[in-house]
């Protein structure tokens, strides 16, 4: 089930950088959409919701583009810890895309 | 800090073994899941309990059989499991009613089949 959609990467980047994924999902009625964040071998945690209004958090912002239905989440002055494997959840709440790996190098 | 447990942290079993993983949250939350992932693979959906009544089955094979005995408790009884079945096994809650219905995560089980 393709609900979403993500480049898997993985995105390597300097730390200081600013990096940006994209999701894509093919429900057009989708209404919130999440990003988690997922460290090797320990399970995903929530990272932001989006909503159409967009969200940001420090460092961190989600904004949703319904007429290109995509979400996007944009990190700015990337850190070493930045390096995980983001995953984002759309309307069928229960399905994850495939991931976008980020790896922060010194 | 997670607010949902999972016990154990690391399991092996033969293919004749039967055993439990079981999950446990108070969080009041009145949905719960189970995933299985494998290695550089997202979380696939298994199976997912609306209020103690299993909604979805993502077709899984048999061998898996889910029980949900209250709205705090969810176990995953393995019985006959193939050494393709090792992954990390991750479960769930949320709360349904809520408009964004986020999900919390336990630490997961790592299982090893032999």
């Known amino acids: 089930r393709k609900e979403v959609e993500q480049d898997p990467g993985p995105f390597n980047v300097p730390e200081g950088a600013t990096v940006a994924f994209n999701c894509t999902y093919s429900?057009?009625?989708?209404?919130?959409f999440f990003w988690y964040r997922q460290d090797c071998r320990k399970e995903p945690k929530l990272l932001m919701s989006v909503y159409s209004s967009g969200n940001e958090d420090g460092r961190f912002t989600a904004q949703l583009n319904r007429a290109s239905q995509y979400i996007s989440l944009l990190i700015r002055d990337s850190k070493l810890s930045d390096s995980a494997t983001y995953l984002c959840?759309?309307?069928?709440?229960?399905?994850f895309g495939s991931g976008t790996k980020l790896n922060v190098k010194p | 800090d997670t607010e949902v447990t999972q016990t154990p942290k690391h399991l092996v079993m033969g293919m004749t073994n039967k055993k439990s993983l079981k999950c446990e949250q108070h969080?009041?939350?009145?949905?719960m899941y189970w995933y299985k992932q494998k290695a550089k693979k997202p979380p696939e959906l298994m199976f997912v309990?609306?209020?103690?009544?299993?909604?979805i089955n993502e077709s899984v094979p048999s061998r898996f059989s889910p029980e949900c005995p209250n709205s705090s408790l969810l176990n995953l009884h393995l019985h006959a499991l193939q050494p393709e079945d090792s992954a990390l096994y991750l479960c769930?809650?949320?709360?349904?009613?809520?408009?964004?219905?986020?999900?919390?995560f336990g630490s997961g089980t790592q299982l090893s089949v032999l």
């Open positions: 769930a809650s949320s709360a349904p009613e809520a408009t964004n219905e986020k999900l919390f």
């Open positions: 969080m009041g939350h009145r949905a």
């Open positions: 429900n057009s009625a989708s209404q919130s």
């Open positions: 959840v759309g309307y069928n709440k229960f399905y």
């Open positions: 309990y609306s209020y103690e009544k299993l909604s």
